[in-house]
């Protein structure tokens, strides 16, 4: 059973007075693995530290487009520097670079800064071959014509809310698509009726906690990583399928298209 939460932000301060108990229930709710993406310079370092305290915890990196009004384009190579050191970590636990991208929903005021911070951090990810981690909100076609210009190792599209067409353009450049709280909303039929017709292949799941609680925590609540598996199988009941086929599959999803998430999860040595 490979249930991956692919987008998680456990680093929150909405975490601080429980963190190591919500990384111990997504396990006990049979979650392996939490990717955790910065936003910020200044979560670097928390995000770096939890996937070195955690064994089911891995880390991308990367300024998130919501957070370049504070961002300087030094922190562009404090990025490197850290991509570079924890790629040659003893335990590297970094997957992609990420989360980045662009988000006219919030403001376009800043437009131009948020396409510097992207393509810039294309480049790094193309400089150490590393998939890229996206937030793809109302910038979609924007977005996937920055990706053909600096093509990456694939990646995810996190949170996924565009056309089927919009998913079949990123399929073909090589990625996935995230899907969580969002499409456990009855009344959320765009998004439902995606995840339902999607090729399963193409789609990962995410939690995005502490945000986009499912439907039965409330839109006001705090959602955790252990929904996951809640939400695997409402996926599961949208597409009638068996929940086990659904973890399987967005499992290897997950494992294909962020590899470094493969090889690196046991740091329990086997005894022979
Ligand atoms: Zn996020």
């Not at 989360?99 to 294309?122: A, K, P």
């Amino acid at each position: 059973m490979l249930l991956i939460d692919t987008h998680c932000h456990l680093d929150a301060t909405e975490f601080n007075s429980d963190r190591d108990l919500v990384v111990a229930n997504a396990h006990q709710a049979g979650v392996h693995k939490i990717v955790v993406p910065s936003v910020a310079r200044n979560n670097f370092q928390s995000v770096i530290d939890l996937a070195h305290q955690h064994a089911q915890c891995f880390m991308a990196l990367g300024i998130h487009p919501m957070y370049v009004d504070h961002a300087h384009p030094s922190d562009l190579a404090v990025l490197k520097q850290l991509i570079a050191e924890q790629l040659a970590h003893a335990n590297p636990k970094i997957v992609g670079v990420g989360e980045i991208g662009l988000d006219f929903f919030v403001t376009q005021q800043n437009r131009e800064t948020q396409e510097y911070f992207f393509i810039e951090q294309l480049k790094i990810a193309q400089t150490f071959q590393l998939p890229v981690i996206l937030h793809v909100r109302r910038a979609i076609d924007e977005i996937l014509k920055y990706l053909r210009r600096h093509p990456v190792a694939g990646g995810i599209a996190h949170a996924f809310n565009g056309s089927q067409q919009q998913a079949e353009e990123f399929i073909k450049l090589g990625f996935k698509l995230g899907f969580g709280g969002a499409m456990t909303y009855p009344r959320a039929l765009k998004i439902r009726e995606l995840a339902k017709n999607l090729p399963l292949e193409s789609i990962v799941l995410e939690t995005d906690a502490p945000d986009i609680p499912p439907e039965w925590i409330g839109t006001k609540g705090r959602n955790r990583p252990a929904e996951l598996a809640k939400i695997a199988q409402m996926f599961a009941d949208l597409r009638g399928v068996e929940e086990s086929q659904i973890i399987e599959i967005t499992g290897k999803n997950a494992l294909k298209i962020l590899p470094k998430l493969a090889g690196l999860y046991t740091s329990v040595k086997v005894l022979h």
